[in-house]
């Protein structure tokens, strides 16, 4: 199998053996779902020897939770529009395209599934979610230091309460989010942070 | 099997073998999830006759959707306290105490996770949240008669801006939502719905 252009990123063979494992991975969570990952099927699409993905992941949650950290490297970086309302719509944006998308919808699913019952990768999936929630909070912090939020806001809880309502509309309802859904999710959090709903307690 | 006092609601013989059988088949999906669950293990348990449960419910999504029913049906209805705020806040501390109870989290889990590759399951999970939100859709709207929120907000959209705080950090995170997260939901639901974020457009 070799590799879609621009997913090998450089770093010589070890880069090459990582992106193409994570993405025969992905390919199977995609396709068959978390039940099925199995590291010498991975090895195997990847043409990959099993021995250095055993070596190097040593089971399916290891490998899961290295996916996880791959998407969290690799995703878009925040946007810096200079007003905290346009970079939660920015954010949002990013977080309805994400679940759109057939492949990374189907991937993020697979997970949140698997979540529920291992516990190696709720973790992985928490610590996902901890590095976007960490690259979008300056967004939040900048509108509070510009006075355009109150002071002592919560940041993580305002990008937290962007993405809530896509997922929880996409996860119990099968709703994939659509621009207005983005739109709405985005004004809901900067109206409820703009109210103080947010401001950290003592 | 004897059913915890309480749970057989009157009706004769026919209600009697509902309750056991869905509270049979709960306890298999808490205790070992929806991929275990088997008509002729459900009848075993609820010591009612195998026949009898594929003639009623026909299939595993069968029973799954028979019980999302029955737990829309018997859940708290709403409550009324003169006011859309302390009516959300109200509802937050319902949806708290589910995700937060043992056995109903648990349930959800299963249920949730299986509706993510079952579309009868999936189809029965929505109408299970439609219920709901249809029930608690008045406190909005009798919110927006008083003029506490503007005219045309959108009532379902309020109701399930609530719950998809305590939702999304419950299903990606693993955060059992605690009485703060859920006032905190509820008052960020209401300043989105005062600032006429969930005000229909035309």
Chains 1, 2 share one sequence.
Not at 30 to 49: T, W
Not at 78 to 103: H, I, K, P, S, Y
Not at 139 to 154: A, K, S
Request: proline fraction near 4%; aromatic fraction near 6%; charged fraction near 25%.
């Amino acid at each position: 199998m070799s590799a879609d252009p621009g997913t090998v990123r450089p770093g010589g063979r070890t880069a090459r053996v990582r992106a193409a494992v994570l993405r025969a991975a992905g390919d199977v969570l995609v396709e068959e779902g978390f039940d099925r990952l199995d590291l010498a099927d991975v090895a195997r699409r990847a043409e990959v020897g099993k021995t250095t993905v055993y070596r190097r992941w040593g089971s399916v949650t290891g490998l899961v939770a290295d996916l996880l950290a791959d998407m969290a490297e690799t995703s878009s970086p925040r946007e810096e529009t200079g007003a905290v309302l346009t970079d939660l719509l920015a954010n949002a944006g990013l977080v309805q395209r994400t679940l759109a998308d057939v492949r990374q919808g189907a991937l993020f699913r697979a997970v949140i599934a698997a979540a529920a019952c291992d516990a190696r990768t709720a973790q992985a999936l928490r610590r996902f979610y901890e590095v976007r929630v960490a690259e979008w909070a300056p967004c939040v912090e900048q509108g509070v230091t510009r006075g355009e939020l109150p002071v002592g806001t919560d940041a993580g809880a305002v990008v937290r309460a962007v993405s809530a309502p896509l997922y929880y509309e996409w996860l119990t309802a099968g709703v994939v989010p659509d621009n207005p859904a983005a739109e709405r999710a985005a004004r809901a959090a900067h109206a409820a942070a703009v109210a103080g709903v947010y401001v950290r307690t003592p």
